[in-house]
């Protein structure tokens, strides 16, 4: 995730970093300027014929355009504050769930104590690379070697909270734990679970195919036509406005994207990596005291 000072404004007009939409978009737009050029010359100069102006048909459609471009982008900032949301709950139970074994668990028994709070510390870690879909051979290399690995469980997530869930069993079972120590802890347990349900939704539920793909055409073809219908009003200067119109619809189009898939490995996604980190920072130092 991208770090700045939200109140430089000459700073951030004037920067284009790698992922920028300008440098994304830029032969595109080059694209777009030579067809206007060619669509403007064509009736100015070969035709000779004073074209009629047609822009209140565009202004309308502008209009409806920047309706769907509005809808699009909160849909898409939705996506990526609600994903945020969960990793902060995944912060907090981390935490919650670390305080809660080293008060519950008794410190003669270390060997559980310490699966428990290896599996909490690494369960974020191994979340994020889930949510990237990496391979499951990296996603259990990443898991705490004094934690059960099933070969049969592909979902790595869920095998560390079964194990969670079955240390939690035992110390009861054994008479380590009162009930209810056993049912706080299990509501953390399964709060690990709810939270990688969420993200899941997130990352596996895209806007509706047929919505995304009508919003690209509707910019296509008032690109397209935009040229024809201004030329009469901005001539050659028609260009321009064709190029720079194109340039902030296709760029909203892109921002909403990038931000619709917030755990990925884009400057805008949620910084998963530093919330993974920190996690296993504050099991650390929780354990410690």
């Not at 030579?34 to 669509?39: C, E, H, K, R, T």
């Not at 119109?245 to 755990?263: G, N, Q, V, W």
Request: proline share 3%.
């Amino acid at each position: 995730m991208v770090q700045y000072n939200p109140k430089d404004w000459f700073g951030l007009i004037f920067k284009f970093h790698k992922s920028d939409t300008f440098r994304t978009l830029f032969w595109v737009m080059l694209s777009i300027a030579l067809y206007s050029f060619g669509a403007v010359y064509f009736e100015l100069e070969i035709l000779h014929v004073e074209p009629k102006s047609v822009t209140v048909m565009h202004t309308l459609l502008g209009f409806v355009i920047s309706l769907l471009l509005v809808f699009r982008t909160n849909t898409a900032y939705d996506r990526w504050w609600e994903g945020r949301k969960q990793w902060g709950a995944l912060v907090n139970v981390s935490r919650n769930f670390a305080f809660k074994v080293i008060s519950f668990v008794p410190e003669s028994d270390s060997a559980l104590r310490d699966r428990l709070l290896n599996a909490d510390a690494c369960y974020a870690d191994v979340l994020r690379g889930h949510l990237r879909e990496v391979s499951r051979a990296e996603l259990v290399s990443r898991v705490s070697s004094d934690l059960e690995t099933n070969e049969s469980m592909h979902h790595v997530p869920n095998m560390i909270a079964q194990n969670m869930q079955k240390d939690a069993l035992t110390a009861y079972k054994t008479h380590e734990i009162s009930q209810a120590a056993y049912l706080s802890m299990l509501e953390d347990i399964n709060k690990f679970t709810d939270i990688c349900g969420a993200c899941e939704r997130i990352k596996k539920t895209p806007i509706p195919y047929n919505y995304n793909i009508f919003i690209k055409k509707f910019i296509f073809v008032y690109i397209v036509s935009m040229p024809i219908a201004f030329v009469s009003d901005f001539h050659y200067w028609t260009i321009l406005a064709t190029v720079f119109t194109f340039y902030t619809l296709a760029s909203l189009e892109l921002i909403a994207e990038t931000i619709e898939d917030p755990f990925g490995l884009d400057p805008d996604d949620l910084p998963t990596d530093d919330l993974a980190i920190t996690i296993k920072k504050n099991i650390t130092e929780i354990r410690n005291q």
